[in-house]
């Protein structure tokens, strides 16, 4: 009996697991901003694709970034965002920028003379389905002229 309440419980977890990954597709609207306390701002959105038939909530953004191959920030944004079944949705980003790891002088001169820089986001996002908690991997990489 026991062996039937698990084997049951098994395929009641399975099937609230989405069939396919949430997809990271794009980062669009990327800028250079300056915050409050003077410290530079990338923002963005988030272009994510849920292929699957269920709704989710989007729980947890967190992600490094990294400009020129140096680590330039890390996001870890905690939310709860609905995410529609077989869409697309958007999610804004706002990572601090740590410009003394990736050269500030350098930086700022490419950022001003509109250089191409790549911008690559590695991490995971988690989203939540039917309780279940699914943590899901992000490699996205662009080559990108940030405005100011």
């Known amino acids: 009996m026991k062996k039937v309440f698990g084997l049951g419980l098994l395929l009641l977890v399975l099937s609230c697991v989405p069939k396919e990954q949430v997809v990271l597709k794009d980062i ?14 990338l923002t963005g ?14 729980r947890e953004i967190n992600i490094e970034v990294f400009v020129d191959g140096k680590k330039a920030a890390h ?42 820089h790549e911008v690559k986001f ?14 899901i991997p992000v490699d996205y990489k662009s080559d990108i002229k940030l405005k100011i």
């Open 28 to 41: 669009k609207n990327i800028e250079m901003k300056t915050g409050l306390s003077g410290q530079p701002l």
């Open 45 to 58: 959105d988030a272009v994510f694709h849920n292929p699957n038939k269920l709704r989710m909530l989007l």
């Open 122 to 135: 590695l991490g995971f996002v988690r989203v939540k389905v039917h309780g279940v908690i699914v943590k």
């Open 75 to 116: 996001s870890d944004q905690q939310m709860e965002a609905q995410i529609p079944a077989k869409d697309d949705f958007i999610i804004p980003l706002e990572v601090k920028l740590n410009l003394q790891e990736i050269g500030l002088l350098d930086t700022l001169f490419g950022f001003l003379t509109g250089k191409s």
